[in-house]
């Protein structure tokens, strides 16, 4: 396994630690949360560059980098709905999303084809991501702007948004895979 797939499954290993620093009530477990939100972030970015720079790509990573990122907004989703931080129906319409993407991806792998992220699907990630590091500031104690959370509020609108057009692109980019069923 190279260093950028290292990578991906990092940030999945880390997604039951953000869930437990979000969802447990201990001393700092807010920064904790955003923190190790964070790092699983930016690792995106760094395995990315790095199977780029180094021709290091791989149909492994092509899978499971999104799917890595899937995992981790998802998880962070709905602990912002469990904490009244984000409306449900915006997170049932992203992760609905996600699955039928993932979907597609599983009917492409079986006819032998490998379908990466997009442009629209990398600018979705990157909204989500920003959004949901907004609303987790915005809920610190010391960092209780009101320009945070109006920010956070209004990522979540844009990663919804690109969440639907990156699905209907997918979908209108790959209807072959559906050909052969």
Request: some cysteine; charged content about 10%; overall charge positive.
């Amino acid at each position: 396994m190279n260093l950028p797939n290292k990578i991906t499954m990092f940030r999945i290993i880390m997604i039951p630690f953000f869930i437990i620093a979000m969802s447990v009530n201990f001393q700092a477990h807010e920064i904790i949360a955003v923190i190790i939100f964070v790092v699983a972030a930016v690792s995106d970015a760094v395995d990315g560059h790095l199977a780029r720079s180094r021709n290091l790509i791989t149909d492994f990573g092509k899978f499971m980098d999104p799917l890595a990122d899937k995992l981790l907004t998802s998880s962070a989703f709905i602990c912002l709905v469990e904490l009244h931080y984000i409306p449900s129906w915006i997170v049932i319409i992203i992760i609905a999303r996600e699955f039928a993407i993932t979907g597609l991806r599983t009917l492409a792998a079986n006819n032998g084809t490998v379908i990466a992220a997009s442009k629209w699907g990398k600018a979705k990630t990157m909204s989500q991501m920003i959004a949901i590091v907004a609303l987790l500031l915005y809920n610190w104690p010391v960092c209780q702007f009101s320009v945070l959370g109006v920010f956070g509020n209004i990522m979540i609108y844009v990663a919804l948004v690109l969440t639907l057009i990156s699905g209907i692109d997918y979908f209108r980019l790959n209807t072959g895979v559906f050909k052969t069923m």
